[in-house]
């Protein structure tokens, strides 16, 4: 965010009516304020801030039925059709577990939700969307034709917010994906811990216990479990994938959320920088020229190792992650390990 004096709600709403087809995401960056304060200048003009209380918001979309869910970072969005069921609240993770949105949350990240109608040729579209408190999106519920307009209204009266202002409070946030100089790890310490796994999800504990970076991690650990492939190495894969009918888990998250496809792709279309998967419930676009290092991670775990392709930008964060699809219990599809284990390699830098 740049240092100028940010523009007032009205005149925010002017340069929002003087560019309509502009994305909020680079109007608000041309304005130089987050995309939440953008949102929150419409409160009262198509706008209703709601209280981002995450599992009254989870439970209540399950009536809501036929949605679109938006889960993104810098470089990657991430669409789903389909409904929010099979949820698992929590305080501080919740989980949408259905066949078609798949999502882990964080709720404590949460803190601006904003209903949104927009006219559009006529049309109202409506969404809900969910910003942390540096202003950045974390979630984003899409309303479809078949979606229960009714639930939808009832949904967001119960959550409506006593604060109609159309401004918002935003703080800086740490970086908890910093890389730390000079991090005390030991090579030998990391890779006893790493050859000891049983389960992917020990991972993160393991890099929290070192003081490592994901990044940091697998640039460390030696080429028998992580190595470096050509920059090329994500458009390959899903050109593969889809050529072989091959069933793939394709994960994009920030800080609040992270959003999971599970399943084929088909329609796997180029344009320009992007990447884009536009299938019947999936839309994927992927920036390739943010892409700064492609790995191909092997962890193990109680039911042999599995492979993952780790897509980082030059902050050294993770852009976006694939698996090949595998249930709790299943070894690795022998097709994705052969792929993974086959795309172009590079020589790997030095740890960092």
Not at 95 to 120: S, T, Y
Request: hydrophobic share 40%; aromatic share 6%.
């Amino acid at each position: 965010m740049d240092q100028r004096v940010k523009p007032a709600p009205h005149e925010i709403r002017r340069a929002r009516a003087d560019n309509p087809k502009a994305r909020e995401r680079d109007l608000a960056a041309e304005l130089g304020i987050s995309e939440a304060e953008l949102v929150a200048a419409h409160c009262g003009d198509g706008v209703v801030r709601v209280e981002p209380r995450v599992n009254d918001l989870l439970t209540g979309l399950d009536a809501v039925g036929e949605v679109m869910a938006l889960t993104r970072n810098e470089s990657a969005v991430h669409e789903k059709i389909g409904a929010y069921d099979k949820v698992v609240p929590g305080a501080h993770n919740a989980m949408v577990l259905g066949e078609n949105i798949d999502l882990r949350i964080f709720p404590k990240v949460w803190a601006h939700g904003f209903a949104v109608e927009k006219r559009d040729d006529g049309d109202i579209r409506r969404s809900l969307q969910f910003f942390d408190a540096a202003g950045d999106a974390v979630h984003k519920v899409h309303l479809r034709p078949a979606s229960n307009l009714y639930a939808y209204q009832k949904l967001v009266a119960g959550l409506e917010s006593s604060n109609q202002e159309p401004t918002v409070s935003i703080a800086g946030l740490a970086d908890d994906d910093a890389e730390t100089p000079g991090a005390p790890a030991n090579v030998d310490d990391l890779r006893d811990r790493w050859s000891r796994l049983t389960d992917v999800h020990q991972f993160f504990g393991m890099l929290k216990a070192l003081k490592l970076s994901r990044r940091q991690a697998v640039r460390m650990v030696g080429q028998d479990y992580a190595w470096l492939l050509d920059s090329d190495a994500v458009s390959a894969m899903f050109h593969h994938a889809a050529t072989d009918a091959m069933p793939i888990m394709c994960f994009v998250g920030n800080r609040g959320c992270i959003q999971i496809h599970s399943g084929p792709v088909k329609s796997i279309k180029p344009m320009g920088p992007w990447i884009n998967v536009m299938d019947e419930t999936f839309h994927l676009h992927l920036r390739t020229d943010h892409i700064h290092e492609v790995w191909a991670v092997r962890k193990p775990t109680k039911d042999g190792h599995v492979t993952s392709l780790e897509a980082y930008g030059a902050d050294g964060k993770m852009i976006i992650q694939f698996f090949g699809k595998r249930h709790e219990g299943e070894g690795e599809r022998d097709d994705w390990r052969f792929l993974a284990e086959n795309l172009p390699r590079i020589p790997s830098p030095t740890a960092a």
